[in-house]
């Protein structure tokens, strides 16, 4: 007969081996708020995974509840995702999350969402899964939310705007919808959200280097746009780094409120809602109502990059939000810029396949990251919320999607470095260089 203390050893290497027990010798099936909560307490090794729409896992109260957010330390995978991503794909999603097939895994959202999830992680070889069905205000802990999650809106957040049913965090002096894109407003005049104008980034950019136009014409575009300085405005695009240009330029102005469509225009269309074909134009005549620029800080010139360059990088960054490629001097990223390489001290922030992508910032479905994943990625090149950051890329558009995420994440210290790679490689004088840092 074994003792008590063989008995007790035996059971703790059991609970240190998940991988080689059953799920029920491994832990109680989780399924309460408060099983989750004493399972934390107690430092159990568990693994979270948040299955409802990314939105609420930001911030945003789902439907009727006081607040949103999400568990302390659960990863965001949105069961919408699962009919986007091949087993492959999953594979690397799950990878790339860090989520491990050996370790127990509890599943929270409605029964739809985590029935969905629970199969798709058995198909992955994820056998220790339990799931919680409850609302997530239950939680009686804090929920975590982007800090400026306000200014990331979802296609449902706008609808209901637009159907005057009043929606949390509603405009309070006025509100405008603008789609961004380069060019005429061919795409725009067949389909786009209901009452928002077009802005053409021609006539907010100017050659040689495609930098910010004049202050005076920037003014012109906004209030063009029936814009003053207190009204909310909501931008969009087909594709968001155009959207997220325009934000900066906005904020740099003095527009208080400036908010992004989660997902841009595939979000809205992915959910149904109606839209317009023509054109809409604005008919106000307004005032801005501020000296422009109002925030001359978010948005950073050539000698000032020069002069972050200088700066300890402890405290400073100049940060290259282009493809890895890019970087280490193997393509210029663009056909009208010729010259490859870096800045020379400039860290990089990551990107996406090509200058016209920001898979490293983007779910499957288009929308934002988890903020704590786009913070892990910059930590790792010594990129920090409490740093001086000035992020560029060609000329300006990737580079502004990445502000306004940092922006949403409540990073203070942050600007658009305007010129980028195609203002800095074109004076020889300006250092660069190529290949894989030491």
């Given at each position: 007969m074994r003792s008590l203390t063989q008995i007790f050893i035996t059971c703790l290497f059991v609970i240190s081996m998940p991988c080689l027990a059953t799920a029920s010798t491994v832990t109680p099936p989780i399924q309460t708020f408060e099983q989750l909560a004493q399972a934390q307490q107690t430092k159990q090794t568990i693994q979270i995974?948040?299955?409802?729409?990314?939105?609420?896992?930001?911030?945003?109260?789902?439907?009727?509840?006081?607040?949103?957010?999400?568990?302390?330390?659960?990863v965001n995978i949105d069961s919408q995702w699962l009919t986007l991503l091949t087993p492959t794909q999953m594979t690397s999603l799950l990878k790339n999350r860090q989520l491990s097939q050996k370790v127990p895994t509890v599943l929270y959202g409605d029964k739809t969402s985590t029935a969905a999830m629970s199969d798709a992680l058995k198909q992955q070889g994820f056998s220790f899964i339990s799931t919680i069905n409850q609302p997530v205000t239950d939680y009686v802990g804090k929920l975590k939310t982007l800090k400026n999650f306000k200014h990331l809106v979802s296609a449902q957040w706008l609808d209901q705007l637009i159907n005057h049913q009043q929606p949390l965090y509603a405009p309070q002096h006025g509100y405008k919808i603008v789609e961004v894109e380069w060019g005429p407003p061919s795409t725009y005049l067949l389909s786009h959200i209901p009452n928002s104008l077009y802005v053409n980034t021609n006539d907010i950019e100017s050659k040689p280097w495609w930098n910010k136009v004049s202050d005076n014409d920037l003014k012109k575009v906004i209030?063009?746009?029936?814009?003053?300085?207190?009204?909310?405005?909501?931008?969009?695009?087909?594709?968001?780094?155009?959207?997220?240009?325009?934000?900066?330029?906005?904020?740099?102005?003095?527009?208080?409120?400036v908010r992004l469509l989660n997902g841009g225009w595939n979000a809205w269309e992915n959910a149904h809602y109606p839209t317009q074909a023509f054109i809409n134009e604005n008919h106000e005549d307004v005032s801005f109502g501020k000296t422009i620029p109002a925030n001359p800080q978010y948005l950073t010139d050539l000698q000032q990059a020069k002069?972050?360059?200088?700066?300890?990088q402890s405290t400073h960054s100049l940060v290259s939000i282009r493809t890895w490629q890019?970087?280490?001097?193997?393509?210029?990223?663009?056909?009208?810029?010729?010259?490859?390489?870096?800045?020379?001290?400039?860290?990089?922030?990551?990107?996406?396949?090509?200058?016209?992508?920001?898979?490293?910032?983007?779910?499957?479905?288009?929308?934002?990251?988890?903020?704590?994943?786009?913070?892990?990625?910059?930590?790792?090149?010594n990129i920090k919320p409490n740093q001086q950051v000035a992020f560029f890329c060609g000329t300006g558009w990737r580079a502004s999607e990445a502000f306004f995420y940092a922006y949403v994440m409540g990073w203070k210290d942050i600007s658009v470095f305007d010129g980028g790679?195609?203002?800095?490689?074109?004076?020889?004088?300006?250092?660069?260089?190529?290949?894989?840092?030491?």
């Open positions: 995974i948040d299955c409802r729409d990314s939105n609420y896992f930001n911030g945003w109260p789902n439907r009727d509840a006081t607040r949103g957010g999400h568990i302390p330390n659960a209030t063009d746009l029936g814009i003053r300085y207190n009204t909310t405005v909501i931008v969009y695009a087909r594709n968001n780094m155009s959207a997220a240009r325009f934000a900066n330029f906005l904020m740099y102005a003095g527009v208080e409120d002069t972050i360059l200088e700066e300890p890019e970087y280490i001097g193997k393509t210029s990223g663009y056909d009208y810029i010729k010259p490859k390489g870096r800045i020379e001290g400039a860290k990089w922030g990551h990107a996406g396949s090509d200058s016209y992508h920001m898979q490293d910032f983007n779910n499957p479905d288009g929308t934002m990251k988890s903020g704590y994943l786009i913070a892990k990625q910059w930590a790792k090149w790679w195609y203002q800095w490689s074109a004076d020889k004088n300006n250092p660069i260089t190529e290949g894989v840092p030491k």
